[in-house]
């Protein structure tokens, strides 16, 4: 009788597992939630953080006060970024991939923007000590995280997007590999504005 019910258990869970593949959610699913629709609107933001001087007066050590919405990267590519925090040893491999890569970036007509629930003071020191020159956002309450799938309370999850000029959201990354993620997400900049050229 103990055989017949181990055997029955193993076809239940075969169909089940099988019924799951073929089954696919409108949205993708990550563990930060439901991820934003490839090739549709990215969702809106605006969020407080720092961000380098634009006339160059000051640099990395000093970053300025800013707010940054989706609407203003109109024109160009953004690389959006989420991670945990700020000075944690994963978050920090990131933004100097990021940091070291940032020409090829702009080179490339894309900007890149870091978003965490760490306050604007946090970050502020974040891009002091490792020299980082692009902006570094405020999500406190994860209310853009979770928009973009990359929230589980009381942090951002490590999840990347790459929004178009035109403000679609063409690529994403979730349960990033921290090193070399910034050659993966040039590397996919390139074959997409090949693509459209």
């Known amino acids: 009788m103990l055989r017949r019910e181990l055997l029955a258990s193993a076809v239940q869970g075969s169909l089940l597992a099988a019924a799951s593949l073929l089954i696919r959610p409108a949205g993708g699913w990550a563990l930060g939630g439901t991820l934003p629709e490839l090739n549709a609107p990215a969702p809106q933001f605006r969020l407080p953080g720092v961000a380098p001087d634009p006339a160059g007066l000051r640099g990395p050590a000093d970053p300025l006060p800013t707010e940054l919405s989706l609407a203003d990267f109109a024109g160009r590519w953004l690389v959006l970024y989420f991670?945990?925090?700020?000075?944690?040893?994963?978050?920090?491999?990131?933004?100097?991939?990021?940091?070291?890569?940032?020409?090829?970036?702009?080179?490339?007509?894309?900007?890149?923007?870091?978003?965490?629930?760490?306050?604007?003071?946090?970050?502020?020191?974040?891009?002091?000590?490792?020299?980082?020159?692009?902006?570094?956002?405020?999500?406190?309450?994860?209310?853009?995280?979770?928009?973009?799938?990359?929230?589980?309370?009381?942090?951002?999850?490590?999840?990347?997007?790459?929004?178009?000029?035109?403000?679609?959201?063409?690529?994403?990354?979730?349960?990033?590999?921290?090193?070399?993620?910034?050659?993966?997400?040039?590397?996919?900049?390139?074959?997409?504005?090949?693509?459209?050229?």
Do not use: M
Not at 139 to 152: A, L, N, T
């Open 83 to 197: 991670y945990p925090r700020d000075f944690t040893g994963g978050c920090t491999l990131e933004a100097r991939g990021f940091q070291n890569d940032l020409q090829a970036f702009q080179r490339a007509g894309a900007d890149v923007v870091g978003v965490s629930a760490d306050d604007a003071d946090s970050h502020a020191s974040f891009c002091s000590e490792e020299g980082l020159v692009f902006p570094l956002l405020s999500d406190p309450g994860g209310k853009v995280s979770q928009r973009y799938g990359s929230w589980i309370a009381p942090f951002s999850q490590r999840h990347t997007f790459l929004i178009d000029p035109s403000g679609v959201l063409r690529s994403r990354w979730v349960a990033v590999r921290p090193s070399g993620h910034s050659r993966e997400v040039l590397a996919e900049l390139s074959r997409l504005q090949a693509l459209s050229a």
